[in-house]
């Protein structure tokens, strides 16, 4: 079942980048959150996202918004990526795509790698914008625009 717009973020949990447990009821109708899938630490478009949204981080936590990135990569490999490249957000480690799989989220090139897509969601936990490219960087302007509009 794949997450629309209007629809309500299921809660999940995860490791993080340090190993620690994270619930997602924790920050899930507290505040605008965007969460981005991406299929693969330090692959080149990838690492053009991340840092692209680490660039722009503040520009979304002045909005009062948090970021996520969420792979199938092991929490060593977040720990490794957010390391080499400053990532400022929160990375969470889902190998057994669970969390891919709540969220609906489908798979690009005949299924063969993990697709790319970002939500936007709003401080009550209603989605509010689905964006579906393999093209890394745009899903920052489109995910900064849509956090834009839910602040009066």
């Given amino acids: 079942m794949e ?7 299921p809660f999940f949990k995860a490791k993080n980048t340090n190993g620690d447990d994270f619930d997602s009821v924790s920050i899930v109708g507290k505040k605008p959150i965007v969460i981005y899938f991406y299929p693969k630490d330090n692959t080149s478009v990838c690492t053009a996202q991340a840092c692209s949204f ?3 981080y503040e520009d979304f936590t002045d909005l009062g918004a948090e970021v996520i990135g969420i792979s199938s990569d092991s929490v060593e490999s977040h720990k490794d990526f957010v ?5 400022p957000f929160i990375l969470l480690s889902d190998g057994d795509k669970k969390i ?10 005949l299924g063969l ?3 790319r897509v970002t ?31 839910l602040i009066p």
Wanted: aromatic content about 6%; cysteine-free; hydrophobic content about 40%.
């Fill in 119 to 149: 939500y936007v969601i709003d401080k009550e936990g209603i989605v509010k914008m689905i964006f579906n490219s393999m093209k890394g960087q745009n899903h920052i302007v489109k995910a900064l625009e849509a956090i834009k509009k």
């Fill in 100 to 109: 891919r799989t709540l969220f609906g989220v489908p798979s690009s090139l």
């Fill in 113 to 115: 790698i993990p697709g």
């Fill in 3 to 9: 997450l629309r717009i209007g629809d309500k973020v």
């Fill in 83 to 87: 390391k080499q490249h400053h990532l």
């Fill in 54 to 56: 680490r660039d722009q």
